[in-house]
């Protein structure tokens, strides 16, 4: 019986893997429990998925999952976490950036308070840059207001679940789940272990400004229909003004003067025509969330599981 399982989504993490795996191992040792690593391969181009093999070798609580193609953060994390075997899982980042030692920590409040979450909740970024640190407050401010305040704030993908939220999460038909906001949304008795976020102990950010911003529009989509909304607002409004600005026409033509208005036209067109495209395009980014459910194509495709095949001769140590 695997008690605890640990999945490590990667990408092109090939610098981190041996820091890695010599910070882990020891903390996990020392946890006298059965336990995995599940680490997820997300269709890395670098040596990736042949350094874990070759960990492999001499640890075999470590299992590689490959995914045939990059699919994102929160895909391989559905991977692992839909894979893994443990009563508790734990999903960390491969860059060391949250600190395993806490795993620790996580499973013992697990246990002692008999809890079904528990998330890290980073108490100290100062080693992410400014930008970073602006754009998750930012994030988690905006996030709180539409999922509510029982969300907990500074809280990413370091967590530990029980296997009763592992079950209900695979359930889910939900392509790729936002788990951050996921998770808290489903109810299940929490705690928070804080922790301080560390720097990237090697290589580079896996997460550039693009994705970052697609994380927090799936996060907004997936959570509220509010944007859809906006075009009610703005619909009313223009109306409101539109009445005024007739009532003012008729008394200034009342007067016997006609405003002449080449500028205010043009500029009242173009300005209502911006505001439908806009609200024309959020439209059709909840019509192509219905069409991609629809369609109900996997979020990944997992090319190969080692747990599924023993350890291959062509790798040598
Ligand atoms: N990651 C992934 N697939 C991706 C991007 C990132 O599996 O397409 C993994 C990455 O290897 C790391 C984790 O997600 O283990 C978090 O990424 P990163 O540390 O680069 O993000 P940051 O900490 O800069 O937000
Ligand atoms: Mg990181």
Redesign the pocket.
């Known amino acids: 019986m695997t008690a605890l399982s640990v999945v490590?989504?990667?990408?092109?993490?090939e610098a981190v893997i041996p820091v890695l795996v010599a910070r882990l191992r020891p903390v996990l040792d020392s946890l006298d429990v059965e336990y995995e690593v599940v680490a997820?391969d997300?269709g890395s181009a670098d040596d990736t998925a042949n350094l874990v093999e070759r960990c492999r070798l001499d640890w075999p609580q470590l299992r590689l999952i490959r995914l045939r193609r990059?699919?994102?953060?929160q895909?391989?994390?559905t991977a692992g976490l839909h894979r893994s075997a443990g009563d508790w899982v734990v999903s960390?980042?491969?860059?060391l950036?949250d600190p395993p030692e806490t795993i620790r920590e996580m499973l013992r409040v697990a246990r002692e308070e008999n809890v079904d979450v528990v998330y890290g909740v980073r108490s100290d970024r100062t080693t992410?840059t400014v930008f970073?640190r602006n754009t998750a407050g930012l994030y988690y401010r905006l996030m709180r207001r539409i999922v509510g305040p029982d969300l907990p704030s500074q809280a990413?993908?370091f967590r530990l679940v029980s296997r009763s939220v592992v079950e209900v999460l695979r359930r889910m038909p939900e392509r790729v789940p936002v788990y951050r906001l996921l998770i808290p949304s489903l109810g299940f008795s929490s705690r928070a272990v804080s922790y301080t976020r560390e720097r990237?102990a090697a290589?580079?950010?896996?997460?550039p400004l693009r994705?970052?911003v697609a994380l927090a529009w799936d996060s907004t989509a997936d959570f509220t229909a509010a944007p859809l909304r906006l075009a009610t607002w703005l619909g009313m409004a223009a109306f409101a003004a539109s009445l005024i600005a007739m009532v003012f026409g008729l008394v200034v033509w009342a007067n016997g003067t006609v405003i002449p208005g080449w500028t205010s036209l043009f500029l009242a067109v173009l300005l209502f025509a911006a505001v439908q495209l806009i609200c024309l395009g959020l439209l059709g980014e909840y019509v192509a969330r219905i069409y991609r459910t629809l369609q109900s194509r996997p979020a990944f495709h997992i090319g190969s599981d080692s747990a599924d095949t023993p350890v291959p001769a062509s790798v040598v140590p």
Do not use: C, F, W
Request: glycine content about 10%; overall charge negative.
């Open positions: 490590i989504p990667m990408y092109n993490e997820v997300d990059n699919s994102g953060h895909a391989a994390l960390i980042d491969a860059d950036q992410d970073k990413g993908d990237r290589g580079e950010t896996k997460y994705k970052m």
